[in-house]
Nanobody, 126 residues
Framework: QLQFVESGGGLVQPGGSLRLSCAAS????????VGWFRQVPGKAREGVACINRSGGRTKYADSVKGRFTISRDNAKNTVYLQMNSLSPDDTATYYCAGTEVVDSCTAFLEIFFALWGRGTQVTVSS
């Protein structure tokens, strides 16, 4: 069974940090570009960060540039999202998703991402 499993979410104070993990199973992660998305109830899902197959190219939403870092370890079949300087506006359910469509991170459109995890909740609050 092909799947992504996210972990690492939780409650953190403003200004704090979290590292999310996205573990792939049932397939080799290096066959896919991977994106992190987030969603707040009642709002559209937002693309946060994306990384290409080799990890050599990344893309970020303006709202997280300079604070979030996406990385991958293909040997461990895992993608990470390091989140620093968190604010209450970052509160959301975070999902990772993968695509076999080459260069999907350039446009970073949700429609290209076919395989999704179930999400992990991140809450930033004092």
């Amino acid at each position: 069974q092909l799947q992504f499993v996210e972990s690492g979410g939780g409650l953190v104070q403003p200004g704090g940090s979290l590292r999310l993990s996205c573990a792939a199973s049932g397939f080799s992660l290096d066959s896919r570009e991977v994106g992190w998305f987030r969603q707040v109830p009642g709002k559209a899902r937002e693309g946060v960060a994306c990384i290409n197959r080799s990890g050599g190219r990344t893309k970020y939403a303006d709202s997280v540039k300079g604070r979030f870092t996406i990385s991958r370890d293909n040997a461990k079949n895992t993608v990470y999202l390091q989140m620093n300087s968190l604010s209450p506006d970052d509160t959301a359910t975070y999902y990772c998703a993968g695509t076999e469509v080459v260069d999907s991170c350039t446009a970073f459109l949700e429609i290209f991402f076919a395989l999704w995890g179930r999400g992990t909740q991140v809450t930033v609050s004092s």
